[in-house]
């Protein structure tokens, strides 16, 4: 009988088996989950909305118009008649009439069927500094005249465009997300991993410190860390304070996550065979601990995206958050906490609301998709 040595190639109709390695078999069980997958489709839109807010928003969102005060929404047509019947093709909507009853003084708008606004695509509008990098005045929809001014979610009581005002807040609702959690990962991951590497009086120590926060009311703490910031800041100050004010209680949940992971694996045979060799403690945590269960840790925080998003948007509403020229969906729902605007224009609530609900619903089936596919016993 003939052995085939270790050097001996292998015949050629020899099939090779195909090892994925962890990612990718965690990438395959991730696109199993239908819900989660087209989630991070929607999530994606979302932040591609958030990077290029100012091209895809139609108009300016601090142009105020107050013959558009509480003006509805506009919808879109597709098809122009003439004077003598015939119907064509064109993007359009038609232009509101706003009449004032001189009795009660309220507004109310119809549509002018003969005054129409050409709608078109990559159009000139208002100019706006892209990301600091240059000046442009190219939208990716709008009016074909720039003089032109279309409403499609409605303005508010100042005559601003409600859909313009909703996208741009959502560079900073979002981000104030991404930024919340990434301090969060720091924090969380430094400190826990301390605690649990180590132990004792350390563990005692922030475990102690982790017990005080958390008994903590959130909102009266938010509030009391709120009112510290001087109102004569600029808004760009202000946004990471409170960025960091809702960063302040975010990581503790997943400090102690972290906690329990080093817990369990100091005492684990690769553990105790990196120490032997001569790895440094900061070289066992970064290379051998952390990297084992980076995959939970990137579950973890794309569950705490949605709650840094609501912890913004619920401060920014009670007026302790993000104020105005700051634009953000919490300070667009603050528009709508009278009862005026709720009965005139429900358009305020309901626009920036749906954003928020579509957000956070969509970042919790992507984290619950990626806690799924990084579960080694998941199925």
Excluded at 2 to 16: A, C, I, R, Y
Excluded at 50 to 64: K, M
Excluded at 174 to 199: N, R
Excluded at 277 to 306: C, Q, Y
């Amino acid at each position: 009988m003939t052995t085939l040595s270790t050097t001996t190639p292998l015949p050629d109709d020899t099939e090779v088996p195909n090892v994925l390695g962890p990612w990718a078999l965690m990438w395959r069980k991730f696109k199993r989950h239908k819900v989660a997958y087209l989630s991070l489709w929607i999530v994606g839109f979302i932040y591609a909305m958030a990077i290029f807010g100012d091209f895809l928003a139609p108009g300016d969102a601090a142009d105020t118009n107050r013959r558009a005060i509480f003006q509805p929404p506009q919808g879109i047509h597709f098809m122009v008649e003439d004077a003598e019947g015939n119907r064509s093709f064109q993007l359009h909507a038609k232009q509101m009439k706003m009449q004032i009853d001189r009795a009660t003084m309220r507004r109310s708008y119809e549509p002018d069927p003969e005054d129409i606004i050409p709608l078109g695509f990559f159009v000139r509008g208002a100019e706006y500094d892209f990301w600091g990098l240059f000046t442009w005045d190219r939208h990716f929809f709008g009016p074909v005249d720039p003089k032109d001014r279309v409403y499609f979610f409605g303005a508010d009581r100042l005559g601003r465009d409600m859909m313009s005002r909703i996208i741009i807040g959502t560079k900073v609702s979002m981000s104030i997300g991404l930024v919340g959690v990434a301090v969060s990962l720091v924090v969380g991951v430094a400190l826990g991993g301390i605690s649990g590497f180590y132990g004792g009086w350390i563990d005692n120590l922030i475990q102690r410190l982790i017990e005080f926060l958390r008994s903590i009311p959130t909102i009266p703490l938010w509030m009391g860390l709120a009112a510290a910031i001087p109102l004569g800041w600029p808004p760009l100050r202000t946004y990471f304070v409170v960025t960091l004010i809702v960063s302040m209680i975010g990581w503790t949940s997943l400090a102690r996550e972290v906690r329990g992971k080093f817990l369990a694996m100091r005492d684990e045979d690769f553990i105790i065979a990196a120490r032997l060799d001569g790895l440094t403690d900061w070289e066992v945590i970064r290379k051998h601990m952390v990297p084992n269960f980076s995959s939970h840790i990137i579950a973890s925080l794309t569950l705490a995206v949605p709650l840094m998003i609501l912890a913004e948007t619920s401060l920014s509403f009670l007026g302790i958050g993000l104020q105005p020229p700051i634009i953000s969906w919490g300070t667009l729902l603050k528009e709508a906490q009278n009862i005026r605007s709720i009965v005139e224009a429900p358009w305020l609530l309901i626009a920036p609301g749906a954003m928020i609900v579509a957000a956070v619903l969509t970042l919790n089936f992507l984290g619950d998709g990626l806690r799924d596919a990084a579960d080694p016993n998941a199925h």
